[in-house]
């Protein structure tokens, strides 16, 4: 990966359709390449890309920070600020908008604080830079503003999109150093074309679910608990399948693909979101509104709104321009949707609000949950993950009023927090139940030989993509190191990225035997697993359900330390803890040598899931009862 010795250009590509637009731009301006130029590629997958047709490069992991828990911490110092009590007015109909906005503000701080501090390091570097490339993004072409719902699932998206580039500029213009963005590939006619059959296609679908829920509402009898929700409809397919008498309004219109004619019919399913009942008559009070948000907007930029410093630069004129796409472009959609949310529960009736999340960029999760609450319905989610409730969590901000939990050990965790019990009642997890079947069948003879086959599984969940890379290479060279081990890397299914994830993984372990599966059921590969490493995350849980010795490792910093937090306890039940390639190389080769090891973790795992979650088969029986009281206590209450 060489570097070329003249850095009067950098070129710095950070999509993997830059690498195309990077060849184009040299071979149209051949100046730059007399002048000599630096390419910097970001993200490994476009390192593997210009590796592949032999360009040389230089790689971008060089310049991150090395203290991102740093960049996490300001971001929500920063947004903790904006959703102080000074911001009592940014609010409508019961909804803090400060609090709705306030995963948006600051992922998008953070992620701005990211790009900044890399190319701030790139050009300290490299002090001889004069021009700096920075080519924009390939995917802002395709985004219309006036789209709500891209509006409710990422408020800024559009300037996440244009991100990179505000960063080069702001950063470009504090070193003095010239800022090129080459223009971007014109829109196709065939784009233009798509844009307007979607146009099309959304007019049809208005028209056809129209005729549907009329159709619905025609022939089958209301039902109860009525429940309206926004989630997956494999999360909701187990409880619907034992309420015959429930009736389900699904939020997620295209779940409905997912359910199939039979449950459309036997859950009367009806399809609606924010749009689906007139809100004419509060135009003159979200016009007063959002009058007043811009003239508040318009006083606080002029005094009050701080200066957004870090390090040696400030990124307060980007922050401006993202509040400015708030209180102009995305708020008067947010106070139509909160009208709408009124006017939905006011139609529907629900007697309960069903929810994936309620801790999410996603802005109609806390609208659903938070106009609930004012109308008396209760607002459920359930646990679907892992939740880090240590410090610089976010466990205060689920905006549902009930949060069903997995077990004794989160109830307590949220309890620690000065939460009431009451509101996180104990579940157990659906999804889980099935398990407890598949561990007795599948169960399989702890094996007793020398060698060892390991399971494992990774994602990413940074801006630095580097750190996946830094996971896998981390537990290849360890495996490398312990005699007779092999591996099966289980990635997520579907094709987004499969190729690169798969050319990534055949690169790292080539010299430790390796499988990988994508589309093969866990429960079968956990059966056949002698140990199994995993980074946070609720594998860790399958894997002690399959009662499998299990490493929990991470290499990012953050994630080492939710790691500390949450899974120390269950060390003294046999979990094993690896922060660096020393010890997981050293849990590993105990394990792999001693049978009768595996064998005794393996045993604790039982103890410790049967004391800290409610994983007994039986969460499904005690989600419906929840769903049933709570809609009981409601209907009695009105």
Same mark, same amino acid.
């Given at each position: 990966?060489?570097?070329?010795?003249?850095?009067?250009?950098?070129?710095?590509? $950070?999509?993997?359709? @830059?690498?195309?637009?990077?060849?184009?731009?040299l071979s149209e301006h051949p100046e730059v390449r007399e002048e000599g130029y630096l390419l910097i590629a970001f993200g490994p997958e476009i390192e593997y890309a210009l590796t592949k047709k032999g360009i040389s490069f230089c790689s971008g992991r060089e310049y991150c920070s090395l203290d991102t828990g740093r960049l996490q911490l300001v971001s929500k110092e920063w947004t903790e600020k904006f959703d102080g009590p000074e911001r009592q007015w940014f609010q409508y109909r019961g909804v803090a908008l400060s609090r709705l906005f306030f995963f948006t503000i600051r992922h998008y701080t953070a992620y701005l604080?990211? $790009?900044?501090?890399?190319?701030?390091?790139?050009?300290?570097?490299?002090?001889?830079?004069?021009?700096?490339?920075?080519?924009?993004?390939?995917?802002?072409?395709?985004?219309?503003?006036?789209?709500?719902?891209?509006?409710?699932?990422?408020?800024?998206?559009?300037? $996440?999109?244009?991100?990179?580039?505000?960063?080069?500029?702001?950063?470009?213009? +504090?070193? +003095?150093?010239?800022?090129?963005?080459?223009?971007?590939?014109?829109?196709? !006619?065939?784009? @233009?074309?798509m844009r307007s059959l979607f146009v099309l296609e959304r007019t049809l679908l208005e028209l056809g679910i129209h005729l549907y829920n009329a159709g619905i509402a025609l022939f089958r009898l209301r039902g109860t608990p009525r429940i309206l929700a926004s989630d997956y409809w494999r999360n909701i397919e187990p409880i619907m399948s034992q309420l015959p008498q429930g009736e389900l309004m699904l939020f997620d219109r295209g779940e409905m693909l997912k359910a199939g004619l039979g449950n459309l019919w036997r859950s009367r399913i009806r399809l609606f979101n924010f749009s689906s009942f007139s809100i004419r008559d509060r135009e003159k009070d979200r016009a007063e509104a959002q009058r007043l948000f811009e003239e508040r907007w318009h006083s606080l930029l002029e005094d009050g709104l701080p200066e957004y410093s870090f390090d040696t630069f400030s990124i307060r004129p980007l922050i401006v321009e993202a509040f400015e796409e708030l209180f102009t472009r995305v708020v008067p959609q947010t106070l139509r949707d909160i009208d709408g949310a009124y006017a939905l529960y006011r139609v529907l009736t629900p007697e309960v609000v069903f929810l994936r999340a309620s801790a999410s960029l996603q802005t109609h999760f806390h609208i659903l949950a938070t106009v609930a609450r004012a109308c008396g319905i209760p607002s459920l989610e359930l646990q679907h993950g892992l939740e880090y409730l240590g410090p610089d969590s976010y466990g205060t901000r689920h905006s549902a009023e009930y949060f069903a939990v997995y077990g004794q050990v989160v109830q307590d965790e949220f309890a620690a927090l000065g939460l009431p019990r009451d509101k996180f009642p104990i579940i157990g997890s659906p999804r889980f139940d099935a398990y407890k079947k598949e561990v007795s069948v599948l169960h399989r003879?702890?094996?007793?030989? !020398?060698?060892?086959?390991?399971l494992c599984v990774g994602s990413v969940s940074t801006q630095n993509e580097y750190d996946l890379e830094d996971y896998y290479a981390t537990i290849a060279r360890a495996l490398e190191k312990v005699p007779n081990s092999s591996v099966v890397i289980k990635l997520r299914p579907g094709p987004a990225r499969e190729s690169y994830y798969r050319e990534m993984i055949e690169t790292l372990f080539a010299r430790v035997p390796h499988t990988i599966a994508q589309y093969e059921p866990l429960p079968e590969l956990l059966a056949s697993a002698d140990v199994v490493v995993s980074y946070f995350s609720t594998f860790v849980l399958e894997a002690l359900q399959f009662g499998k010795p299990t490493i929990v490792f991470s290499v990012e910093s953050f994630e080492k330390e939710m790691n500390r937090?949450?899974?120390?306890? $269950?060390?003294?039940?046999?979990?094993?803890?690896?922060?660096?390639q020393e010890e997981l190389e050293k849990a590993l080769?105990?394990?792999?040598?001693?049978?009768?090891?595996?064998?005794?973790?393996?045993?604790?795992?039982?103890?410790?899931?049967?004391?800290?979650?409610?994983?007994?088969?039986?969460?499904?029986?005690?989600?419906?009862?929840?769903?049933?009281?709570?809609?009981?206590?409601?209907?009695?209450?009105h």
């Open positions: 990966m060489g570097t070329y010795e003249n850095e009067r250009n950098i070129l710095f590509i $950070y999509e993997l359709g @830059h690498v195309d637009v990077c060849v184009r731009f604080l990211f $790009y900044a501090t890399l190319l701030e390091n790139l050009l300290i570097r490299h002090p001889a830079a004069r021009r700096l490339v920075v080519f924009p993004s390939l995917q802002s072409p395709t985004i219309s503003p006036r789209n709500a719902a891209l509006v409710r699932r990422q408020p800024l998206l559009r300037h $996440y999109l244009d991100a990179v580039v505000a960063c080069a500029r702001l950063i470009g213009a +504090g070193r +003095g150093v010239a800022v090129l963005v080459p223009q971007a590939p014109p829109r196709s !006619k065939r784009r @233009h074309l003879t702890p094996h007793t030989g !020398k060698s060892i086959s390991v937090f949450h899974f120390t306890r $269950y060390v003294e039940e046999g979990l094993l803890l690896a922060f660096t080769r105990s394990l792999s040598s001693d049978s009768a090891l595996r064998a005794r973790v393996a045993e604790r795992a039982e103890r410790v899931l049967a004391r800290l979650y409610s994983f007994d088969g039986r969460a499904s029986e005690r989600m419906i009862e929840l769903i049933k009281r709570l809609a009981r206590e409601q209907h009695e209450t």
